[in-house]
């Protein structure tokens, strides 16, 4: 099982930005799919999270900002990023609780993160 991240990039404060992530390899299912970030100095803290049936849950540093939204017949977990800030600059990774197959449980992968970088 891989996830593959893409999507990251600079922009100025205000602007948006769109995260995609695609989970590829062995996956009988798929559970919760979301977003991680990290900034320089900092831990890796929670931004978005998606159940496979679609509720949502998020940080409150970027609810009414930030949707994330997820694919579940492509696999894919994407995020939309509005009304970016300096502070959210960060490496953003996306996370997938994959179960391999019938016998297995599900496990947590990560994608290898994606440099999103918001000048002022």
């Known amino acids: 099982v891989q996830l593959q991240a893409s999507g990251g990039g600079l922009v100025q404060a205000g602007g948006s930005l769109r995260l995609f992530c695609v989970v590829s390899?062995?996956?009988?299912?798929?559970?919760?799919m979301g977003w991680f970030r990290q900034a320089p100095g900092k831990q890796r803290e929670l931004v978005a999270i998606i159940m496979s049936g679609g509720t949502t849950n998020y940080a409150d540093n970027v609810k009414g900002r930030f949707t994330v939204s997820r694919d579940n017949a492509k696999n894919t977990v994407n995020l939309q990023m509005n009304s970016l800030k300096p502070e959210d600059t960060a490496v953003y990774y996306c996370?997938?609780?994959?179960?391999?197959?019938?016998?297995?449980?599900?496990?947590?992968?990560w994608g290898q993160g994606t440099l999103v970088t918001v000048s002022s």
């Open positions: 996370n997938a609780w994959v179960r391999k197959n019938y016998w297995s449980d599900e496990s947590s992968y």
């Open positions: 390899g062995s996956a009988y299912s798929i559970g919760a």
